[in-house]
């Protein structure tokens, strides 16, 4: 079975302060794994996706296999960083998407 | 373009009732799925449509849970004798075609409150 596993609820962190968003998986096989965002008041969206390697909104995540982990990192929080965020697995030939209960980040003064 | 839609966004209902949950999909996408999202949990997969080929609907959790596509495109989430745990946020999402790879676009969600 897979699972995914967003250790915080909550994490406050100061505006310019770095933020790690952490999130730990279980699959037998290849998983595709995603973070999502949905800000207040918006509809969930897709930030980033690990085959794209890419940055988004200053946003980077790398997979790392050994420690069955996609953590989601920024080195300077933003004040519009407030948002909950999802951790999120697909096994690939299986389209459905298996979520973690969501970091809800909180980015003060 | 439009994006996913769904109606209503917030339903009463009283134990025991059934309810209809509507969802639009983005044009032209032949993958369609359903989540719930209940306080204090994460979103919890329910079924899924992949053009004409039979849904998965692994995720359902009792028979008083179905869900049916028509035309490909327009789908229905039916609750059967709701109770109150059923209350959650039912969310539909789709995507150009089902694959791990293709981005899910979400709609806004039906709140549904059973009482």
């Known amino acids: 079975a897979q699972r995914v596993t967003q250790p915080e609820k909550l994490l406050s962190v100061f505006k310019g302060a770095p933020v790690e968003l952490k999130c730990n998986y279980s699959y037998s096989g290849s998983p595709e794994l995603f973070w999502y965002v949905q800000y207040s008041r918006q509809r969930l969206q897709l930030l980033l996706r690990?085959?794209s390697r890419e940055s988004i909104k200053g946003f980077t995540a790398d997979l790392n296999k050994g420690e069955t982990s996609f953590h989601l990192k920024k080195p300077f929080a933003q004040e519009e960083d407030s948002a909950m965020y999802y951790c999120a697995l697909s096994s690939g030939t299986a389209s459905k998407l298996t979520f973690g209960t969501g970091t809800r980040l909180q980015v003060t003064l | 373009g439009a994006g996913v839609s769904q109606s209503p966004s917030n339903k009463v209902t009283e134990k025991g009732k059934d309810v209809e949950l509507r969802c639009d999909p983005i044009s032209g996408h032949t993958a369609l799925y359903w989540y719930r999202q209940s306080l204090g949990q994460g979103l919890e997969f329910l079924i899924y449509?992949?053009?004409?080929?039979?849904?998965?609907k692994s995720g359902l959790p009792s028979d008083r849970f179905s869900a049916e596509r028509t035309g490909g495109s327009v789908s229905t989430l039916t609750i059967q004798r709701t109770q109150q745990e059923d209350s959650a946020v039912y969310l539909c999402?789709?995507?150009?075609?089902?694959?791990?790879?293709?981005?899910?676009?979400f709609g806004p969600g039906t709140r549904l409150t059973v009482t």
């Open positions: 999402a789709s995507s150009l075609v089902a694959g791990g790879s293709y981005e899910q676009y």
């Open positions: 449509f992949q053009g004409n080929s039979a849904p998965d």
């Open positions: 690990h085959i």
